[in-house]
């Protein structure tokens, strides 16, 4: 079984054996196809997903929770020159900003559901969250394939770390930061 991980400017995730994955180069081509018998050619088996490279795969839907749309739609609330009122004793809180392309420093690491893995299963996850000025994930929301890997990956969305956010030389806090990660069984 493999995980995406991340590459600079990729955002897919994969693999317990911590193969590095660019989701943007061509998917990888399925070696099955080579002198296999007629008839099995590219053969899809049951419980894979196109995420995962395997040509033919159906593509894994995900099931959203309720409130992202909601979510997704409200945006930053920014303020200006920090967000607080210090002059009223109120607290500094740094401004938020819609996070993109945003890649952590220390990746996530799933634990493949020992379900998902009997039956064969692959699947595909979303984690929406917000990263903190100090670069932890927070507000942490999955929507998953299929419901087996929804508690891995919160698991692993709280272990998540990014580089404290900053733009134009303040700390913000980054909001609505969307990071897939696909579990594939190996080939």
Partial sequence: ??????LPGALLLAGLAACAVDPY????IDQRGVNAPV????????????ACGHAGAPV????YPDGWQARLSQGPTM?????????????SEPDAVVGTDVLPIVPPQPVYPASALDAGQEGRCEILMDVSPAGAPQNILTACSAPQFNAPTY???TGLRFDPPREGGRSVR??????????????
Wanted: aromatic share 8%.
């Fill in 1 to 6: 079984m493999r995980f995406f991980h991340p």
């Fill in 39 to 50: 008839g099995q050619e590219m053969g899809v088996q049951p419980g894979q997903i196109a």
């Fill in 155 to 157: 698991q692993a969305a």
């Fill in 79 to 91: 303020s200006s020159g920090g967000g607080g009122d210090e002059l009223l004793g109120g607290v």
């Fill in 60 to 63: 894994a839907d995900l099931r």
């Fill in 174 to 187: 980054l909001v609505n930061v969307v990071y897939p990660i696909s579990y594939c069984m190996d080939q």
């Fill in 25 to 28: 180069a061509p998917a990888p």
